[in-house]
T-cell receptor, first 113, second 111 residues
Framework: DAGVTQSPTHLIKTRGQQVTLRCSPK?????VSWYQQALGQGPQFIFQ???????QRGNFPDRFSGHQYPNYSSELNVNALLLGDSALYLC????????????FGPGTRLTVT | SQQGEEDPQALSIQEGENATMNCSYK?????LQWYRQNSGRGLVHLIL?????RETHSGRLRVTLDTSKKSSSLLITASRAADTASYFC???????????FGTGTSLTVIP
């Protein structure tokens, strides 16, 4: 049973560019949340997707957008990258009715230069 | 701002000793969870305590919750070198799907 997978593992981008990160949830899970974790900090909630809709959003600008596909996989898009967007981006999946136990992927390390 | 704040920020103990870390939060919650993270990798769910519980256990983990003080503690007994990691508490505000993580406690267990 595969857990949560994320791609790519590492990514280096230049300021102003756009990036797409991908996540496949754990088998049987239908809800995907994205988090940003800056170095030395705890994860900060970006948004959550359920039934292909953004269900809740944290305090992040519109440059951060997402999508969920019918197979429950999800993408995180960040436009007009800033140096401050450099972080570990974590995807977590849960199953409706059991939302408290989140399973996290290994993350994508994004470096913006 | 983040909901939870852990203390201490860093903790170093000898193998076999107990490790205690604390978490404070700001608003009413449904549940509080503790997660572990090894060196910049994904988080692993350790244990959950519901807002109507005062204490729960799982193996070498013991968690307490004091909703009047808006605080929780995680005790790891008989620590092992493999317990070296960062530990985060996470809370969910009532009625929300958003989880708030603290800044974490970095635990080092010296063999």
């Amino acid at each position: 049973d595969a857990g949560v997978t994320q791609s790519p593992t590492h990514l280096i981008k230049t300021r102003g560019q756009q990036v797409t990160l991908r996540c496949s949830p754990k088998s049987g899970h239908d809800t995907v949340s994205w988090y940003q974790q800056a170095l030395g900090q705890g994860p900060q909630f970006i948004f959550q997707y359920y039934e292909e809709e953004e269900r809740q959003r944290g305090n992040f600008p519109d440059r951060f957008s997402g999508h969920q596909y019918p197979n429950y996989s999800s993408e995180l898009n960040v436009n007009a990258l800033l140096l401050g967007d450099s972080a570990l981006y974590l995807c977590a999946s849960t199953r409706t009715g059991d939302r408290y136990e989140q399973y996290f992927g290994p993350g994508t390390r994004l470096t913006v230069t | 701002s983040q909901q939870g704040e852990e203390d201490p920020q860093a903790l170093s103990i000898q193998e076999g000793e107990n490790a205690t870390m604390n978490c404070s939060y700001k608003t009413s919650i449904n549940n509080l969870q503790w997660y572990r993270q090894n060196s910049g990798r994904g988080l692993v769910h350790l244990i959950l305590i519901r807002s109507n519980e005062r204490e729960t256990h799982s193996g070498r983990l013991r968690v307490t919750l004091d909703t009047s003080k808006k605080s929780s503690s995680l005790l790891i007994t008989a620590s092992r070198a493999a317990d070296t990691a960062s530990y985060f508490c996470a809370t969910d505000a009532r009625g929300g799907n958003q989880f708030y993580f603290g800044t974490g406690t970095s635990l080092t267990v010296i063999p």
